[in-house]
């Protein structure tokens, strides 16, 4: 567990994309000479400006070194956990400029494989969504978070679902979109559908293409609709149908109406099965919500998450 004063380095954060604090491992990240500089620099800033820096890191993390970005000054921690292959950049850059910084910290995580989690190369067993909340845990744990609230789009909506469920004393609340807790034959079908990326638009593909190149997203998308497929054929379509029913934590599901993924099904059944969920719905919005309509996601989630 981190330190005090690695604690106040850590929620004051200041930008850091250097080499050198990109590769430090847990020890150096508790150099004094680093928390000097860093103190230093804080001095000189302005509360607005501190508020604002993102400190970029990694962290080893059963076995593997995942990456995080940290941004804001409140005391309200804020787990922010992205799609398939999605990462802190490709998925959170809005949140990460523009939500409320003085009353909520943002930790947003690349899972293993994923964004700058690389390496290793992702790999999928056939729970592999409860092997990044298990992963996500651990990364709370090690920064000695005590409570946090979770934010989760798609897959990390699922994964936040399972961190919801068997860690009911740390997680605060929950907010979710884009996101199911089974599969169904139809949803396959969907799946398969965009399997192979050339019949995306090139605008959908850009952000994953330069963040991995087009290789590495060719093979590990056909992996992702695969990994899906090993839900629905070896666990009956259930993916954390269980872990719906123990969640605890206050829960805002928030839905496009024409998210072309995630059919009305899915929210309405996460709100009939997550006692005292609130379910938002936004009728022009598709699968990413937070991306199309910032403003909008930012404020109704706030006010939520300050309730």
């Not at 020890?27 to 620099?41: I, M, S, V």
């Not at 259930?238 to 872990?243: K, M, S």
């Not at 998210?259 to 309405?268: A, G, I, K, Y």
Request: hydrophobic share 35%.
């Amino acid at each position: 567990m981190l330190q005090k004063s690695a604690s106040v380095f850590i929620r004051g954060a200041v930008r850091c994309f250097h080499t050198s604090c990109l590769n430090m491992g847990a020890k150096e990240y508790r150099d004094p000479r680093f928390f000097t500089l860093y103190q230093h620099a804080k001095s000189r800033l302005l509360d607005d400006q501190r508020k604002s820096g993102v400190l970029s890191h990694k962290m080893e993390v059963k076995g593997v070194r995942l990456h995080f970005e940290m941004t804001g000054d409140g005391d309200h921690y804020v787990l922010m956990i992205p799609g398939a292959l999605g990462s802190t950049r490709t998925d959170y850059t809005h949140q990460m400029r523009t939500f409320n910084k003085h009353d909520f910290t943002l930790v947003a995580v690349d899972p293993r494989g994923y964004g700058q989690s690389i390496p290793p190369v992702r790999d999928w067993p056939l729970e592999f969504l409860q092997r990044d909340a298990d992963d996500v845990m651990e990364l709370i744990r090690k920064l000695g978070i005590e409570k946090v609230s979770i934010l989760g789009w798609s897959d990390g909506g699922v994964v936040g679902m399972i961190a919801a469920a068997q860690h009911p004393d740390i997680i605060h609340k929950l907010v979710i979109w884009g996101a199911n807790a089974y599969i169904t034959k139809k949803d396959m079908e969907v799946f398969h559908g965009i399997k192979d990326i050339k019949n995306w638009s090139e605008r959908m593909r850009s952000p994953f293409l330069s963040l991995y190149g087009e290789k590495y997203f060719r093979a590990q998308w056909s992996n992702w609709v695969d990994a899906y497929q090993n839900y629905f054929d070896k666990r009956n379509g259930d993916i954390c149908i269980a872990e719906v029913e123990k969640i605890r934590a206050k829960t805002l599901i928030v839905h496009g109406m024409k998210d072309p993924l995630v059919p009305l099904e899915h929210p309405d059944f996460l709100h009939q099965n997550i006692k005292g969920s609130k379910l938002y719905i936004m009728p022009e919005g598709k699968h990413n919500v937070h991306q199309k309509y910032p403003r909008e996601f930012n404020f109704l989630v706030e006010h939520f998450l300050k309730q």
